[in-house]
């Protein structure tokens, strides 16, 4: 079956560590995103890509990289200059924007300090 | 200010009853609203999408209506039952070139209790 895939489901950090979110899909979707959410807040986008090898900042960006050498995966790394990064993160895909097809999700990676 | 907002946060019905949330955004220029279904610690899956000139979509025991005049969306559930028990986000996707930038609402939490 097609779908999205984030690993691991559980994630704790150190202090000033850096640590990656994996995220594959086979669903063959150009764009793909990461948002986070947190308690009672609306999910927040942190970057997305429309296309391999490129990449856009979203709206909380900061302490935050990705990259996209592969259509399938895009990978978030949550740096130590991320200074909240308890939360909740998923990744999502969707055919190219102009189609106005929906965002399909994983089912998420909990990150939680240590 | 591009907002989506949702009412009532959480709701607890008996299973077989029917209930509706409501979903007010504040999003322009608009391009279509869809409803997510979210299980605690899995991703959203997408329900229903509309566009502006849809005013009723059903899935199933789920029919979302849009009135893009006063600019509310509503989610009613026939006949709950308990695998209904979930949070439902309502997602509004802003019109533009090139990229599919999506405002969240913060959810409706729904238990459906036996």
């Known amino acids: 079956d097609g779908g999205i895939t984030q690993s691991p489901k559980y994630l704790f950090r150190k202090e000033g560590q850096n640590v990656t979110l994996s995220c594959e899909q086979n669903?063959?979707?150009?764009?793909m995103y990461w948002y986070r959410q947190d308690p009672g807040q609306g999910l927040r986008l942190i970057y997305y890509s429309q296309i391999v090898n490129d990449f856009q900042k979203g709206d909380i960006a900061e302490g935050y990289s990705v990259s996209r050498e592969k259509k399938e995966s895009f990978p978030l790394t949550v740096t130590s200059a991320q200074k909240n990064p308890t939360a909740f993160y998923l990744c999502?895909?969707?055919?190219?924007?102009?189609?106005?097809?929906?965002?399909?999700f994983g089912d998420g990676t909990r990150l939680s300090i240590l | 200010k591009n907002q989506v907002e949702q009412s009532p946060q959480s709701l607890i019905i008996l299973e077989g009853k029917n209930c509706t949330l409501q979903?007010?955004?504040?999003?322009?220029?608009?391009?279509?609203l869809r409803w997510y279904k979210q299980d605690t610690g899995r991703g959203p899956v997408s329900l229903t999408i509309?566009?502006?000139?849809?005013n009723t979509k059903s899935n199933g025991r789920y029919t979302a209506t849009l009135d893009a005049d006063t600019k509310q969306s509503s989610l009613h559930i026939t006949a709950s039952q308990l695998s209904d028990s979930a949070s439902y986000i309502c997602?509004?996707?802003?019109?533009?070139?090139?990229?599919?930038?999506?405002?969240f609402g913060t959810g409706t939490r729904l238990l459906v209790s036996p």
């Open positions: 997602v509004v996707i802003l019109m533009n070139t090139g990229f599919q930038k999506l405002v």
């Open positions: 979903c007010n955004y504040t999003v322009s220029p608009f391009s279509n």
């Open positions: 509309m566009t502006f000139s849809e």
């Open positions: 999502a895909s969707s055919m190219p924007s102009r189609e106005q097809g929906p965002q399909h």
């Open positions: 669903l063959n979707h150009d764009a």
